[in-house]
């Protein structure tokens, strides 16, 4: 099914309304929050830091005013506008030696967060050096954690998926080699979580994750696709509903969280309002001045020609059936502890200004998302053919 010019005409208004009003009040919540101490000095233990969301935290915790430790294997340098300590050390082989060390000094640290853990041996290490010395732990979860995604707006109380087998067996090696065993690692790596630290808790849930420094190019496709011009193909009728965070939305936030003492669990996902899949694009289209033309085309003929949902086609799944639930989870939760939004316009800008500062193989090689330009054309070649 098509949209109709009506439709077009009122959805292009919204996107470009819902940008520029996003983008002041983005502005606008930017700059009390950077400009403001918190209102309590942390010293914040980071587990990762230099990946997509760890960046983003160190500098919003550092503007804050926290005291900033990040415990990695120090692959990746960064610069960090004020003084962060690094601990050198590896997860995937249990090497904590400079945190031991730490602890065995007697240091104690507010808060730590928990960035990268995916399988639950990673939690029960970590959980054996720091136990008693941290008071609070905060771990980066996934909505992929839950059982199903069936339920239109289901919260945090619904069911988590379960996994056959030993969990604490399960190493990052053997999860790359099947990521069919992602959702139920995540959820007992939440057990594991639990299981040591209790009450002091927190798991934040985000779906997916974008903006400057997301190296799968699952969001970038779309403003880097509008961004070239001409006809683009684009899924189903455009109402589908699509969610999705700003890393740095996410990481500045996780700060706050911790500022706040808050316990529990959290979807984090975005926006505020309800988004769907034209909305998303035609907001993508406002910021941009290349005159790209959307063409939706249905989810069945994607289907039929064997267009990918996430894959060929990132960001989107179908709104029905299984996946009815994948972008409608609630996010009330979260925005009662204080979580907010940058604009479409602002992440893709960032993106796109990311993106164009990465080497020049990177920015010359086909992306890590999204359909290819002839296989593009020809999907859309057999649709008008059909069509017509």
Not at 232 to 244: E, I, Q, S
Not at 348 to 373: C, H, M, V
Request: aromatic residues 8%; proline residues 4%.
């Amino acid at each position: 099914m098509s949209l109709d010019r009506r439709d077009v005409l009122k959805l292009g208004a919204l996107a470009a309304a819902m940008s520029v009003a996003g983008a002041t009040r983005a502005a606008a919540m930017a700059a009390e929050s950077k400009d403001t101490a918190a209102p309590r000095k942390l010293k914040l233990l980071i587990l990762g830091g230099t990946g997509l969301t760890g960046p983003h935290q160190v500098r919003y915790a550092l503007a804050r005013g926290h005291e900033v430790t990040i415990f990695n294997r120090g692959r990746k340098s960064r610069e960090w506008p004020g003084h962060v300590e690094q601990l050198l050390g590896d997860r995937d082989t249990n090497d904590y030696a400079s945190l031991k060390a730490e602890v065995a000094k007697g240091r104690r640290w507010d808060v730590c967060i928990d960035n990268p853990s995916s399988v639950p041996a990673w939690i029960r290490d970590a959980a054996a050096v720091l136990k008693g010395h941290v008071g609070s732990y905060t771990m980066i979860s996934s909505l992929s954690a839950y059982a199903d995604n069936a339920t239109v707006g289901a919260d945090e109380t619904a069911a988590l998926a379960t996994f056959e087998g030993d969990p604490l067996a399960e190493t990052m090696t053997s999860l790359r080699a099947d990521m069919g065993k992602y959702a139920g690692l995540k959820a007992a790596t939440e057990a594991e979580t639990l299981k040591h630290f209790g009450e002091a808790a927190t798991l934040v849930r985000p779906g997916l994750i974008v903006g400057p420094g997301d190296e799968t190019d699952r969001f970038t496709y779309w403003p880097m696709r509008l961004a070239k011009g001409g006809e683009v193909l684009c899924p189903g009728d455009g109402r589908d509903p699509v969610k999705f965070i700003d890393a740095r939305d996410l990481g500045e936030w996780m700060v706050r969280l911790a500022e706040q003492g808050a316990r529990g669990a959290f979807n984090a996902i975005g926006p505020a309002y309800t988004l769907d899949m034209a909305g998303l694009l035609y907001g993508l289209r406002a910021s941009s001045t290349a005159g790209a033309t959307l063409t939706f085309v249905p989810t069945e003929f994607l289907d039929a020609q064997q267009v990918s949902a996430w894959g060929d086609m990132p960001v989107w799944v179908p709104g029905q059936g299984d996946s009815a639930g994948f972008h409608t989870r609630s996010n009330a939760k979260a925005i009662a502890a204080g979580l907010s939004f940058r604009s479409i316009a602002d992440t893709s800008q960032a993106t796109l200004d990311w993106f164009a500062a990465q080497p020049e193989e990177r920015r010359n090689a086909p992306l890590r998302a999204g359909i290819s330009a002839e296989r593009e054309a020809a999907v859309l070649t057999a649709w008008k053919a059909k069509s017509s």
